[in-house]
């Protein structure tokens, strides 16, 4: 599991600790959507990674300034081009950028993680580090699209965002419905 927690604590039955029902109440702060689409130019391509140096440049283009707790979306483009051969997302190195920048919480329109990884023996590492040993709530497949729209008609990439989880006693996941207030 995360936070020193054993992964024993996952049973047949459910997990006994960390699971979703935890966050009843919901997670709410400050949204964050980098548009690393809008920073291309273009929707990302199959297999393609994010860097942490298209983090900070796309932060920098749009006038955003990361904060300790924000909810960070990622938006690569790629929510139409989803396949089993690939699919963009972040690159394992964005790890030490979303620990340094205390992210609570990483949205994107894949499932994190650029597919296929470099790294065979320790598939999904945005999902495996992020989540064991930063504590790290992510959203997978998000529709990106109208945000980052939003955002651009607003002129800002900064906004209240509400994220509700079902209450499922011993749940290590749930469907979400993020809500963007500007």
Not at 60 to 80: A, K, N, P, Y
């Amino acid at each position: 599991m995360y936070n020193g927690f054993s992964s024993d604590e996952v049973k047949e039955g459910g997990a006994n600790r960390g699971s979703s029902d935890k966050l009843g109440g919901g997670i709410v702060g400050r949204g964050v959507l980098l548009d690393i689409a809008r920073l291309r130019g273009r929707p990302m391509n199959e297999a393609e990674g994010v860097t942490a140096e298209d983090l900070d440049s796309s932060a920098t283009s749009q006038g955003v300034e990361m904060r300790r707790g924000d909810l960070l979306f990622v938006r690569t483009g790629c929510i139409r081009y989803l396949s089993s051969e690939g699919r963009a997302g972040l690159d394992a190195p964005c790890l030490r950028w979303l620990h340094e920048k205390e992210v609570a919480l990483l949205g994107t329109d894949g499932a994190a993680d650029v597919f296929p990884t470099p790294y065979k023996e320790w598939a999904y590492p945005i999902h495996r580090i992020g989540l064991v040993f930063l504590g790290l709530h992510l959203v997978d497949n998000a529709d990106l699209d109208p945000l980052a729209q939003a955002c651009e008609e607003e002129g800002r990439w900064e906004f209240l965002v509400t994220v509700a989880p079902l209450r499922f006693t011993g749940a290590t996941g749930s469907p979400v419905n993020p809500l963007a207030v500007f």
